[in-house]
């Protein structure tokens, strides 16, 4: 979400006679795109805007913040950065910076959620794609799920579903351009519609017709979404993608915790059993199909059972990928009441522990794969000197030997020779379609 919005304010930047330069030093306007999810991050703006402000006593420079950020950050920002605004009065970001010194907290209407007050005119902006072969789509904003542990409902405001005509146009012309890689973008994207029922198709219909335009296209692309939610997940969404094949074999269910009782007191509005009939529908629907979640260690009165039982469940469901994170209370949120009782030391531990346990089963998935042949973009080279980097269709990183210039972005046939933690390795097989 955070790299699909920066390509929007470059966009409106661009237009606005603006040049991009990755040297901060010669810059006159320097911004941050913000996530309030995690405390690190913002350490991280603290760090940035304190040395941008020393700056501006030898020179002139203009800062702005917006992005995921929660009210009481928001505030403290207001007297740090010249701009800050939310991320849907984008397209007004050139009258801000025409009388910047003047700091623009949001305005909130009476009725309105001040998040989503012209968001339409945020998406109608047309992104600077950074990259020439995957492209993100946006098709909601917020989220009506209020977890005890999160900020995105203080951040992003209630759900609310873009035009699915929106969606599929601009799905359209980014493939006729020639992007591989598309991914959905929503806090919740499995919930896509209810908010405008009987107005709008709901998130399985979307898939379908995704699915359609792609038999009709006739180009070989793979559409992903993220995230979905357990509570509002269905065989129907699996059914669909196993019908078409535009539609990518790769899911990530966040999963939170492996415990009943974690579950519920962080309001997930699921419980293991629900998770588990899912994880079966997907493996009986779609076997090939890679699995990744996310994980949060040291949650609030998280026992040693407790965690034991996220354990367990990431022994039982062997992830593919496992975004891994220790608990970190945010203003705003629910839990940020409560008492955060379990030691730094001890979440390090259990983060270490469920790390292991991830290496473990991607290792021995990947070892399955050798002597197989997979599909994969090529994203650019690789760390090791001389080969390339690839994602499989289930976002799995392979590597090969460069043996063709000028591969980045194209469909390639790799034949897996061996394999290690989190990656795998092989030689070319042959070229798919140049385009």
Partial sequence: MNLSDSERVISVLNENGYSWTDNEEEAGLIGILACSVRQKAIDKVYSRIHKWNKWKNNRNLITFISGCILPEDHEKFLKLFDITFQMKDLPTLPEMISRYGVTTPAHIKPGIDPHNENIEEFWNVKPSYQSVFEAFIPIQNGCDKFCTFCAVPYTRGREVSRPSKDILAELALLVSQGYKSITLLGQNVNSYGIDKKREEILFPELLRQVGELGNRMKKEFWVYFTSPHPRDMNDEVIEVIAQYPVLAKQIHLPMQSGDDKVLI???????????????????????????????????TGETEEQFENTRRAMEEFRFNMSY???????????????????????????????????????????????????????????????????????????RFPE?????????????????????????????????
């Avoid at 949120?333 to 270490?352: F, G, N, P």
């Avoid at 790390?355 to 973009?377: C, M, P, S, W, Y």
């Avoid at 897996?416 to 097989?429: K, Q």
Wanted: avoid cysteine.
């Fill in 265 to 299: 007191r962080m309001n997930r509005k699921h419980n293991m059993e629900k998770y588990r009939q899912i994880v079966h529908s997907i493996r009986r629907l779609i076997p090939q199909a890679t699995l990744f979640t996310d994980i949060i260690v040291g949650f």
């Fill in 324 to 398: 891994t994170a220790m608990y970190s209370p945010r203003p705003g949120a629910t839990s940020h009441r409560w008492v955060d009782d379990v030691a730094q030391d001890e979440k390090k531990r259990r983060l270490h522990i469920l790390t292991e346990e991830l290496r473990k089963h991607n290792r021995q998935a990947n070892r399955d794969r050798v002597g197989t042949t997979v599909r994969a973009i090529v994203r650019g080279a690789d760390r090791k000197p001389g080969y390339l980097s690839a994602l499989t269709e289930g976002k799995l990183i392979v």
């Fill in 403 to 435: 043996e063709i210039e000028n591969l980045t972005g194209q469909f390639v046939d790799v034949k897996i020779t061996s394999a290690s933690d989190f990656s795998l390795e092989g030689e070319l097989v042959k070229m798919g379609e140049l385009v």
